[in-house]
């Protein structure tokens, strides 16, 4: 490849391209060369991960257990060969899907659909306004996206959400709060087919880490899932918690009571809800909290919520 | 059934079969795996509206790329930190030259499950501590300051050997290509 081509397309890669090397840049794929060279380095960005994930994942799954390999295998297959089966039930298949890889072979055998990936990399800051009324954007007691900071690296990717106060801009009955909220409302109805008669299980996952705070505090951590229909999840009455809690047609919620002091681990929540067949939106609310009343106070000093994600499995009800 | 439905299966199944290439392509210029999952996304909730609506796409592949410019193209506007600053007129030449390239492999015989699995390979036959680096970088997507304090080597030295490392895994693909 020629090295001056092969710089430039680096440079792109990396985000450092000068106005006058994109325009060299375009010169030199305007001939065949140059665009197989673009086209065979990014088909490597895009690979490499997976490349990475399957081979040392392959060996081992080999050594363990022979059977494990065939399985994954089996998936690929399945996928090569039965892409119309995919297509009927109405899968959109990721470009990075090694979660999908473990979700196919799993206990559940259900078809996974990636309703949220989120680890903060892109988009616009969360408002800070409480509990949302649109869907499509994080909202709630005041946090930031952050980098590396306090010895908590990034679980995904380069930057996290840190979790501030626990309270938002005009809040009423701020006083005397101590958890800090975030939420974001998911429109599912495009995907009601999906679960229309019931046999379809969202599922939410996020990790949690702090920096290594005091060893007499204590902070806890939750995620939840609400189903709502339109009217409940836009008509402003969810800022209530109480509406949330009365008016949902199904929520679930997972606990973990205690975050660890070690900047170095991340810990990960997980929760499922069966969709009621009327739902139009869910809920996302994720929640850290002082775990102690001695404690109790309206800030947080480094802690951070990374790696959210919300898929939509299709799973038969318990007999 | 109905012909709306073998109609959408179809669009499905070949939007399913060049996933992977239209994910290169959108990666590539997004250099965002995160975003570029949601566009592709996008472009298979319009590609299956337009069906709906009983359009014919003589060319879907390029009837995708088309749609995925416009929202990588979006999404470079809404995000203005993207180090994406030249002039327009430049801009939208390299994007037609980049349309081009993936256009010129539409009916190429060497899939990506081929390329996947040569890549698989030659990645498997590396040195584990080159592998340890593009794991770093590619999987834990650590920066290549981490990466040179991960490694104990400095930043210069990771970046060279990460570009030796891809050069040597591109000629592997491509040898391994060959051959079959």
Known sequence: MNTHLDELINRWREGELSDEELRRLTDAIATPEGRAALRGDWFLEAALPEALRTSPVLKLAQKLDPMATSQTRTWTNWLSWRPLTAAAAGIVLGMFCTSMVFAYVGPSLGKVMTLLQESFESGPAPLVTGVPIEAGKWSGDYTEVVGEQRGVKPESGKKMLRFLRADFEGKPQAAGSAAGDIYRLVDVRPYRKEFSDGGAVAQLSAVFNAFEFPANEAYGCSISLFALDAETAMNGSTRSGQTLNTESLAMARNSRLKLDRDPATWQRLNGELRLPPNTDFLLIHISLSHASIAQRKATFDGHYLDDVRLTLTRRAPLP | MSIESEAIQRAAAEFIHGRHRLGAFVNGLLRDAHAAEDVL????????????????????????????????????????????????????????????????????????????????????????????????RYESRASMDDVARAMGQTFEAVTKTLYRVRRALLECVERKLSQI
Do not use: Y
């Open chain 2, 41 to 136: 996304q996008e472009v298979w909730v319009r590609l299956a509206a337009e069906v709906e609506k009983g359009t014919r796409l003589d060319n879907q592949s390029a009837w995708c790329r088309g749609v995925a410019r416009n929202l990588i193209r979006r999404h470079w506007e809404q995000q203005q930190s993207a180090k994406v600053v030249a002039d327009s007129a430049v801009l939208e030449t390299f994007l037609d030259r980049v349309e081009l390239a993936f256009a010129e492999v539409d009916d190429d015989t060497a899939d990506w499950a081929e390329r996947q699995h040569a890549l698989d390979e030659c990645v498997a036959a590396l040195p584990e501590r080159s592998r340890q680096m593009l794991t770093l």
